[in-house]
C-alpha cells in the first residue's frame, strides 16, 4: 500500500490526500510531527527525505518527495482515464506552468500562513505583498476563461494542477490573505469543493470564500 509521510495541516500534503481521495486510491498516512515536534528535521525523517520536508510518499520500492513531483506520478500512474495529466505534449505543458505557480503560492501565501500560525520569522509585507500579486495574475486568467466558458486553470476539465494551486489558496485568509477582490478565485474554489472526491482539511475551508 501507498504510504504518505503526512502533517495534517500541511496544504502540500492534503494536496495528495485530495488527490487520492478523488481517484479512490487507498493509502497508509504516517503522522509526521511538523509543528512543534519538527520531526520533519530529525534524522530518522532525513533518512527518507534529506531536504527535510514534507510530504513523502513510498509506493513499494519507489520513494518521491515534492507534492507536485507526487501529483504527476499519481496522476500517471493511477488515473487510468488520463483527466487529471492527461497523455498530451500541449496540456503536459500548461498543467507544468501551473505546477511553478503552485510552489509561487507556497512560498508567498504558504509563508505568511506559517508566520501567522506557527511563529516562523519572514518578511510577511513582503509575503502577502507577493501573494497579492499572484492572486491578481490567477484572478485575470481565470476571469478570462470564464468567458470562453472555461473553468479552470490549465484545461477545460480539472488537473492537478488545479489540485496543487488549490490548497494554499483556499487557505489564504489564515496568513491574512483575503480574497474579496478575487471573485474569479472565489467562483474557481467553490467548482473545486464540488469535484466527486473531494475532501477537506480539518477546521478549514469552510467558513471562508
Known sequence: MIKLYNYELSGNCYKLRLLMSMLKLPYDAIAVDF????????????????????PVLEDGALRLRDAQAILVYLATQYDAKRTWYPDDPAA??????WLAVADEITRTASAARLHDA??????IAKARADAHALFRII?????????????????????????ACFPYIAMSHEGNI???????IRRWI???????????????FAPTL
Open 35 to 54: 509543528y512543534p515536534g519538527r520531526e520533519h528535521k530529525s534524522k530518522r525523517f532525513l533518512a527518507l527525505n534529506p531536504f527535510g520536508q514534507l
Open 92 to 97: 503536459m505543458g500548461q498543467i507544468t506552468m
Open 118 to 123: 506557527l511563529g516562523y520569522v519572514l518578511d
Open 139 to 163: 484572478d485575470d486568467h481565470l476571469a478570462d476563461k470564464e468567458v470562453i466558458g472555461q473553468h479552470w486553470l490549465a484545461m477545460n476539465q480539472a488537473t492537478i494542477a488545479d489540485i
Open 178 to 184: 483575503m480574497r474579496d477582490d478575487y471573485p474569479a
Open 190 to 204: 467553490e467548482r473545486v469543493r464540488r469535484l466527486p472526491g473531494f475532501v477537506g482539511m480539518s477546521g478549514i
